[in-house]
């Protein structure tokens, strides 16, 4: 199963339920500036690379919030969002990607579109999808944790399956367990910490830390 292309289709779908100006989980984008941000990441080689490479960050944040800002039409925004549902072009490298890199961005924005507005509740993900999840985050999560593990150790707890992120900490007072489904570990661990439901289990100075965690990624 290519789990990329059914949360393509999720997105999309919420972005047409959501309608431009509608905020999401991404500090200062509207629903159009995420689409941009899909279309561009898809179909613009510079700008994708301005995602990566920090020399261009700048100019590709400026592309995105001009992309979405000329989209807050109905047809402009319509015109976006059937660009997203379409996917890469036959020439773009991220055509032939993948589950590998497009799985994860994909879920991530889908429910930054879903949860923008508000609470909503979660999704309930076929257990193959689960599978393919916990896989990619347990394989990112030393990285995507990294200052977190200067210091402190992690274990992320999903239903049935559990994951050591890094080594354990001398003191254990340093020591925090992440609990929740596997979709909510994943959002936490991409910085959207507001929005995902998750329990920590750990002494109170180490949960006290995490919360005040403001992570972008």
């Known amino acids: 199963m290519s789990w990329h292309r059914s949360e393509r289709a999720v997105l999309a779908d919420a972005l047409a339920a959501a309608g431009p100006g509608t905020p999401t989980l991404c500090e200062g984008w509207r629903a159009e500036h995420l689409a941009a941000h899909v279309v561009l990441r898809e179909r613009s080689p510079l700008a994708a690379a301005g995602i990566a490479l920090p020399p261009l960050t700048a100019r590709t944040s400026r592309l995105t919030l001009k992309t979405g800002d000329a989209a807050t039409d109905p047809a402009g925004f319509a015109a976006l969002v059937t660009q997203v549902r379409q996917g890469p072009p036959a020439w773009s490298p991220l055509r032939w990607a993948g589950d ?27 257990a193959a999808q689960e599978d393919a999840l ?48 596997v979709g909510e570990l994943v959002l936490h661990a991409y910085g959207r910490t507001s929005a995902a439901d998750v329990t920590l289990e750990g002494a109170p100075p180490a949960v006290a830390q995490m919360q005040a965690d403001v992570r972008r990624v």
Do not use: C, K, M
């Open 100 to 126: 590998l890199v497009q799985h994860v961005e994909l879920f991530v924005h889908a429910e930054d579109v879903r949860r923008g507005a508000g609470p909503v509740p979660a999704r309930t993900l076929p």
């Open 134 to 181: 916990w896989r990619a985050l347990t394989r990112s999560a030393r990285l995507l944790y990294r200052d977190w593990l200067r210091t402190h150790g992690l274990v992320l707890a999903a239903p049935g399956r559990t994951a050591r992120v890094g080594r354990r900490p001398v003191d254990p007072d340093a020591d925090l367990v992440l609990r929740g489904s």
